[in-house]
């Protein structure tokens, strides 16, 4: 705003904050309080109006950022949103319950000939008492008898049905007898096993038991 006559010339730059006040020292010292207070007013709205177009400038950088540090940053949201499965511990949590095993006989020569004795009578001869001991018995029969390199699982449930004994779950005597007995090992397949020297010396000379051995003694 610029107001002159002829004894001074008057400006105000709001824009920039500038007032310029020219004339006589008469004219000036007269309305210079005026002036003050104009010039006071038009700094204020110049500085409010900095301040609105600083503001403004941010808001405007923040619009053309926001897209790219978004894109950088969703990836970690959803890292971090997705949820951390709990692991049990100790015996509150719940176990995933073991999938079931089923073994079938597997068919397997267990008959007598002139060439060996059948697997009814060398079992009646061993009197196994559990099913370790029957395990041990089987085992021995087929890679002794019939020389087998190992025995299949299946195999040892079909020594089951011909001595007419009831069938276990042969993949938990299997294992516990690898683990607590020795008489056992693991075979070349995942449900094949193999009978140890510890186990073919328990078959060939523990097997009957000793009071076994002393009955068949005395009736002799």
Known sequence: MQVT???ARFTINVKEGVVELEGKESFVDRHLEKFEDIFKMAVREAITRSLEQNIALKAQ???VALPQQLQQEAPIAIEQQTPVPLQPKGGNGKHTPRPAVT???IPVDLKGNENKAGLREFYAEKKPANHYEKAAV???YLMKF???HEVKFGEILSCYEEVNEKKPSIVDIVKNSVRYKGWLEQGS???A???TIS???FVKFDLPVQGEKMAQATLR
């Open 103 to 105: 073994i079938h006989p």
């Open 189 to 191: 397949e995942k449900y």
């Open 146 to 148: 019939n020389k087998q």
């Open 193 to 195: 096993t193999r009978l």
């Open 5 to 7: 006559n002829s004894e």
């Open 138 to 140: 089987f085992a021995y």
């Open 61 to 63: 950088l923040a619009q």
């Open 199 to 201: 186990g073919e010396n």
